[in-house]
């Protein structure tokens, strides 16, 4: 049968279940943590073949053919946009200039209900001011995607990814023109399980989570901790400088935690033992490849090192795009792209030893988070780089002892 139901461990876009004209194909959860198409009633397939046709990962080259390539140093005129986003403000400020000429945005929220980061319509402000920040975990596109009217006018924010399986969903209806595609430097997206076992283990603490802000700026956008890219392995991908910070509120209490104080989830996510296998093994949309008019993500790097309100890098890969961004009401320093890029990720992470160590741990319901925190610190490459950044456990259970002599 001409269709996905032979795909596995893929990009779990979504934008095949987006373009199912018998809409028979869902998106959920695989064992490993991560969203990956299913078709529900193989007898109602007509075998038309276009959920292969959008389909990003059965292709090697990217969607977008003609390239623009302009990069530029971007923040907010608006200060107080600028502190509430992760970077400069610039994704925010693209949505509100396009909302005011007719678009609506198809951007990202945190439905803590759900405990899932999901896509969502927005047509005011008021709505857009939900996809503001970061968010370090795979994305639930259905209900957004499916609510899109092709003959309507969108911003569609995404993965690399998902941006590029979305353009080939958009050439196949010959309606680019209706859309603006956005996506990010993007490191990879751990497995959900992850967050549910680090989100378990908060909530006996504070509560209900009510709130979920990665890269919060409370404490400023700079860490205040630093280590030598020399002395750390993955020094290459990650400036360290950085803020990785993340504020949690619940019902009955909050907590501030950083990944240089030990914070259990961005000490997974930034060790690359817990990503999915599309991540490692077909990810073709680092540095300076992608199929979106415009790209963003932190400016790191010594040129805006000492500036603590935020500064994002954008490149533009279309006319379109850089036309988009002129419109905002940000301030523009244009800069070579390896300014702009420093820091970000130029190949896809490697799927080591380590993963092999913490999947099972990760997938067995019995084990906590802190029991996948032990596993990372005694099989870490780099065993002295991960107790620095590791938060001390309460206690060593015998059970990780046993099942990894």
């Known amino acids: 049968m001409n269709n996905i139901s032979d795909i596995h461990d893929c990009y779990g876009c979504g934008v095949c279940a987006t373009a199912c004209i018998c809409k028979i194909i869902k998106v959920g959860l695989n064992a490993d943590g991560f969203y990956e198409p299913f078709i529900t009633d193989k007898s109602q397939c007509t075998g038309c073949g276009i959920c292969r046709e959008v389909c990003s990962y059965l292709y090697d080259e990217l969607s977008l053919k003609e390239f623009f390539i302009k990069s530029y140093a971007v923040w907010s005129k608006d200060y107080a946009v600028r502190r509430k986003c992760s970077s400069g403000g610039v994704s925010f400020e693209i949505g509100q200039t396009l909302l005011n000429q007719g678009y609506k945005v198809c951007g990202v929220r945190y439905n803590t209900k759900l405990a899932r980061a999901e896509h969502y319509i927005a047509t005011t402000t008021k709505e857009l001011i939900q996809s503001v920040g970061s968010k370090y975990i795979q994305s639930y596109t259905m209900d957004g995607f499916m609510a899109i009217n092709r003959k309507e006018k969108y911003l569609i924010t ?3 990814c998902q941006i590029d399986s979305f353009r080939r969903y958009i050439q196949k209806y010959h309606c680019e023109e209706n859309f603006v595609l956005l996506d990010f430097f993007c490191h990879g997206v751990p497995s959900m399980l992850v967050w549910q076992k680090y989100i378990k283990e908060l909530e006996q603490k504070v509560g209900k989570i009510t709130y ?9 956008w700079h860490d205040f901790w630093t280590i030598g890219i020399d002395e750390v392995e993955y020094g290459e991908k990650i400036n360290w400088n950085d803020s990785f910070n993340m504020l949690i509120m619940g019902r009955k209490s909050f907590l501030n935690s950083r990944f240089s104080q030990g914070d259990m989830f961005y000490s997974l996510f930034l060790s690359d033992s817990c990503l999915g296998k599309q991540c490692y093994e077909h990810c073709k949309y680092k540095y300076d490849h992608s199929s979106a008019d415009i790209r963003i993500g932190d400016l790191w790097g010594k040129t805006y090192n000492d500036n603590e309100d935020g500064v994002s890098g954008v490149v533009t890969f279309t006319k379109k795009g850089d036309e988009v961004l002129k419109q905002c009401n940000c301030i523009f320093i244009e800069h070579p792209l390896e300014v702009v890029a420093e820091g970000q990720m130029k190949t896809s992470p ?10 099972p741990v990760l997938k067995n319901k019995d084990y906590s988070i802190e029991d996948v925190i032990m596993v990372l610190k005694r099989y870490g490459k780099n065993q002295k780089n991960i107790d620095r ?3 001390p456990l309460r206690s060593i259970k015998n059970v990780i002892k046993k099942t990894f002599r």
């Open 158 to 160: 995404g993965t690399p």
């Open 212 to 220: 979920a802000s990665w890269r919060n700026k409370y404490m400023g």
């Open 350 to 359: 490697i799927k080591g030893n380590l993963y092999k160590k913490l999947m």
């Open 389 to 391: 950044v590791v938060h």
